[in-house]
């Protein structure tokens, strides 16, 4: 690149304080950090954004007016931001698999023909290949055509995928058709500053806890199967372990948790739930003190940043087979294992009866998390820029 492009970040959904120190805030401020590029994320506004003054200092954030959205189509804020700065960006950064970022892409192409449009998918392959062979109706069959014209055209330049393909889910249609603008570009994770010697002294220094971190009780998509995991508990002979739930509290969950606790009192000291924790620092130190992370999902999540988290703080890690769970484990069980709900039980109580050792090869699963590091892979990113960009 002659000289450092002009990136803007737009997603769907609204960017929050907490979504800077994600994707949608770590891509645009390392390319600034490590390349200087003039990088700017483009949302209306959702509270206060105190990590731009430390976490991603150098980052811009263009606040849009709220108004309104076409359903199913894009939001207006953010199209009209595209019509009015345009020619001022070099490379549009757009999310997920949703018609917003093919209309935006679209119009960003008709007013800078010389622009650049990344698209990060946020998404399994195997969702997006299933997107395209849902025909049940008109108005789908329209959308995969809107989609499959818009994917093989000129709109996408690049566009990177967060999980390792299964099989050959790279060579059927449709992916075939824009296969050589793919790459495959694992979501990063943050690290609060810490040196290298304070992190491995204190992930080395674990305690018999096992950990959930992320929306507690979330029934959403996806689903976190919490309140089945309450129901398994009391299965369980904890000794001296305990399980910490780590997040906000659905408003559900509390009638939940409450009653739990009514039935079973002699677990109060046993489970436990932290609430909320904002400070990076302090969710740092739960990854460290914890010797297990747990992962109870049944639908697939996009990619759970968490568990790289986590595995980064030297945590064996026990997962269902979502997100990213399969490409960190790797079917070595150093690392963890995959998990389904009906055998979780067993694979618990093995651990809390020491026939599977956790505390051992701490490092080593701080150092599979390398290869997910944004350290990694912010440079491959560039690179793959760089050559469109000659």
């Not at 997040?247 to 409450?258: D, I, R, S, T």
């Not at 990854?287 to 697939?300: D, G, I, Q």
Request: aromatic content about 14%; some cysteine; proline content about 4%.
């Amino acid at each position: 690149m002659k000289q450092m492009p002009r990136i803007s970040t737009i997603s769907s959904y609204k960017i929050t304080n907490n979504e800077l120190t994600k994707e949608t805030g770590m891509i645009p401020y390392l390319l600034h950090k490590k390349y200087g590029f003039d990088s700017t994320v483009v949302t209306i506004k959702q509270g206060d954004y105190p990590y731009l003054n430390n976490e991603v200092k150098g980052l811009k954030v263009h606040f849009v007016k709220r108004t309104f959205r076409v359903p199913h189509v894009v939001n207006f804020s953010h199209l009209w931001y595209v019509i009015r700065h345009a020619k001022k960006i070099d490379i549009l950064n757009v999310y997920f698999l949703c018609p917003d970022a093919v209309v935006l892409a679209w119009v960003f192409k008709l007013l800078n023909k010389k622009g650049l449009v990344y698209l990060k998918l946020d998404a399994h392959l195997n969702r997006f290949v299933d997107f395209f062979y849902d025909k049940s109706g008109f108005f789908k069959r329209l959308k995969i055509k809107f989609f499959t014209k818009a994917y093989a055209s000129k709109y996408f330049d690049l566009i990177s995928y967060e999980t390792m393909p299964r099989s050959n889910e790279l060579e059927g249609y449709p992916i075939k058709l824009f296969k050589e603008k793919m790459f495959y570009l694992p979501t990063g994770f943050y690290v609060p500053n810490m040196n290298e010697q304070e992190l491995i002294e204190k992930m080395h220094s674990k305690k018999k806890i096992i950990l959930i971190c992320g929306r507690i009780g979330f029934r959403g998509f996806p689903y976190k199967n919490h309140d089945r995991l309450l129901n398994i508990l009391p299965q369980l002979n904890f000794k001296d372990w305990s399980i910490k739930f780590v997040g906000p509290v659905e408003p559900y969950f509390e009638k939940l948790v409450a009653d739990f606790f009514k039935n079973n009192p002699d677990l109060k000291n046993k489970v436990i739930f932290t609430g909320a924790v904002s400070d990076k620092k302090q969710l740092q130190n739960e990854y460290l003190s914890s010797a297990v992370y747990l992962v109870t999902s049944v639908k697939e999540e996009s990619y759970n940043i968490s568990l790289i988290e986590a595995l980064n703080a030297g945590c064996y890690v026990v997962s269902t087979d979502m997100g990213v769970a399969f490409d960190a484990i790797q079917n070595d069980a150093k690392i963890g294992q995959i998990i389904t709900l009906d055998n979780l039980p067993k694979k618990l109580q093995d651990i809390i009866d020491g026939k599977i050792n956790v505390f051992e090869h701490i490092s080593e699963r701080h150092h599979r998390a390398e290869a997910f590091s944004w350290e990694v892979n912010i440079p491959r990113l560039y690179q793959r820029l760089s050559e469109i960009c000659k």
